[in-house]
């Protein structure tokens, strides 16, 4: 059946590496309609909203979106920008792949952080004889991601009723001299349900694809409650997967296990930020952004993106310089997702080869500085490194 795939090039290098994945796809016989949707920066600016009703209603639709990439600024520097007719009227501004995965409740997100071999930019570390080694890092990510600090329930000024309901907790007693103009609250709210669910897909994909652990990576010992619970919940699913271990580290001893024995960690499971943390800076042993792929999935609409951002500073760079791998990667993810895998299979075992091979490589590969200076330097164009790969299908 050909697939319709809701396009979502978004801002900056979006619009550059969202082509090329489709590139690919289309040579790897992958045949689908692609109908182009409005998100991002520009229409922010232009209309108050980065999310238009009419893109919603296109994946509503489709129910399949391909994503590029976003820009998002700080409160006050997105009001500046918004043009001036619509300034004053109440428009704020709210990151719309958040609000895609909120609105459509694509609450399991799923990042892979799997090293190709030959990569310059693997983790490497030094053996007890003085020499070093490179372990094999194949680490999946399971991300809460419709709750947690990602929820947007803060205030800054919080009203009579929001203050008087906090200061109902004792904790809050350090807070009683300071005045509500002075105060921003920023809530982690965590439900049971959400919790168990995105618990219950990283087990299931564990079992499915061999992993032997299962790692819920929270902060239990201060945040009671919010990760007490998610714990919790995990040592009740584990109980149906016998086979595989459940383990548990405090978010900031795991970014120092990382550097140590990262080739430990099979599947990890974390609340929304927390997730944000862990997959970045797993995504650094393997490559960093330039091989970060994800897919955010719910019940009906899935959506699949690199977790690079929007990198103005590249995006009017003539030939570009960017590496569309993770772009490529995650459209294979949708690949798989659709039952397609023969297919993401094929261009996987292309881009392993032209890693593997290492005649071609962008920017960060060779561990280049940005610019229009790094051809002369040896790196490939964003275009060269998509007909490597397309020529290694």
Same mark, same amino acid.
């Given at each position: 059946?050909?697939?319709?795939?809701v396009?979502?090039?978004? @801002?900056g290098?979006?619009?550059?590496?969202?082509?090329e994945?489709?590139r690919?796809?289309?040579?790897a016989?992958?045949?689908?309609?692609?109908v182009h949707?409005?998100?991002?920066?520009?229409?922010?600016c232009?209309?108050?909203?980065?999310?238009?009703?009419?893109?919603i209603d296109?994946l #509503?639709e489709?129910?399949?979106?391909?994503f590029g990439?976003?820009?998002?600024?700080? #409160?006050?520097?997105?009001?500046?920008?918004?043009?001036?007719?619509?300034?004053? %009227?109440?428009?704020?501004?709210?990151s719309?792949i958040v /609000?895609l &995965?909120?609105?459509?409740d694509?609450?399991?997100c799923?990042?892979?952080?799997r090293?190709?071999?030959?990569?310059?930019?693997?983790?490497i570390r030094?053996?007890?004889?003085?020499?070093?080694?490179?372990?094999?890092v194949?680490?999946v990510?399971f991300?809460?991601?419709?709750?947690g600090?990602?929820a /947007?329930v803060?205030?800054?000024?919080p009203?009579?009723?929001v203050?008087d309901?906090?200061?109902?907790?004792?904790?809050?007693k350090?807070?009683?001299?300071v005045p509500?103009?002075?105060m921003a609250?920023s809530?982690?709210?965590?439900?049971?349900?959400?919790c168990?669910?995105?618990?219950?897909?990283?087990?299931?994909y564990? %079992?499915?694809f061999?992993?032997s652990?299962v790692?819920?990576c929270?902060k239990?010992?201060v945040? &009671?409650?919010?990760?007490?619970?998610?714990?919790k919940?995990a040592k009740m699913?584990? %109980?149906?997967y016998?086979?595989?271990?459940?383990?548990?580290t405090?978010?900031?001893?795991q970014?120092m296990?990382?550097?140590?024995?990262?080739?430990?960690?099979?599947?990890l499971?974390a609340?929304n930020?927390?997730?944000d943390?862990?997959? @970045?800076?797993?995504a650094?042993?393997?490559?960093?952004?330039?091989?970060?792929?994800?897919?955010?999935?719910g019940?009906?609409?899935?959506?699949?993106?690199?977790?690079h951002g929007?990198?103005?500073?590249y995006?009017?760079?003539?030939p570009?310089?960017?590496?569309?791998?993770?772009?490529?990667?995650?459209?294979?993810?949708?690949?798989d997702?659709? /039952?397609? #895998?023969?297919?993401?299979?094929?261009?996987?075992?292309?881009?392993?080869?032209?890693i593997e091979?290492?005649?071609?490589?962008?920017?960060d590969m060779? #561990?280049?500085k940005?610019g229009?200076?790094?051809?002369?330097?040896?790196?490939c164009?964003?275009?060269?490194?998509?007909?490597?790969?397309?020529r290694?299908?």
């Amino acid at each position: 059946m050909k697939r319709t795939i809701v396009s979502m090039p978004g @801002d900056g290098i979006g619009k550059t590496v969202l082509p090329e994945a489709k590139r690919v796809l289309n040579a790897a016989g992958f045949e689908a309609d692609y109908v182009h949707a409005d998100i991002g920066w520009d229409f922010w600016c232009s209309e108050g909203n980065a999310l238009p009703q009419r893109t919603i209603d296109l994946l #509503k639709e489709h129910k399949i979106g391909l994503f590029g990439a976003i820009t998002s600024k700080p #409160k006050d520097a997105a009001d500046k920008e918004l043009n001036p007719e619509l300034q004053g %009227k109440g428009y704020v501004y709210f990151s719309p792949i958040v /609000g895609l &995965r909120q609105l459509f409740d694509l609450d399991i997100c799923i990042r892979p952080c799997r090293s190709f071999k030959g990569n310059p930019l693997n983790f490497i570390r030094r053996t007890n004889d003085g020499a070093f080694e490179e372990p094999l890092v194949d680490s999946v990510i399971f991300r809460q991601n419709t709750e947690g600090l990602y929820a /947007g329930v803060e205030w800054t000024n919080p009203p009579k009723t929001v203050r008087d309901a906090f200061e109902t907790h004792p904790k809050m007693k350090a807070f009683k001299h300071v005045p509500s103009e002075d105060m921003a609250i920023s809530t982690r709210i965590m439900s049971r349900n959400a919790c168990r669910r995105i618990l219950r897909a990283a087990f299931e994909y564990a %079992k499915k694809f061999g992993y032997s652990n299962v790692t819920v990576c929270e902060k239990p010992n201060v945040l &009671r409650e919010t990760s007490g619970m998610m714990f919790k919940e995990a040592k009740m699913v584990a %109980k149906e997967y016998p086979g595989i271990a459940l383990w548990d580290t405090n978010i900031d001893a795991q970014m120092m296990w990382l550097t140590k024995n990262p080739e430990t960690y099979g599947v990890l499971v974390a609340e929304n930020m927390f997730g944000d943390i862990i997959s @970045d800076a797993f995504a650094g042993l393997v490559g960093g952004l330039g091989f970060a792929c994800s897919a955010n999935l719910g019940e009906e609409v899935s959506v699949f993106e690199p977790t690079h951002g929007s990198a103005p500073k590249y995006q009017e760079l003539n030939p570009s310089i960017v590496n569309p791998i993770a772009m490529i990667l995650s459209a294979c993810m949708m690949l798989d997702h659709i /039952g397609e #895998k023969e297919k993401s299979d094929k261009i996987r075992s292309a881009i392993a080869k032209v890693i593997e091979d290492g005649k071609v490589k962008t920017y960060d590969m060779l #561990k280049l500085k940005g610019g229009p200076d790094v051809f002369k330097l040896g790196a490939c164009t964003t275009q060269q490194m998509t007909d490597e790969i397309i020529r290694n299908l």
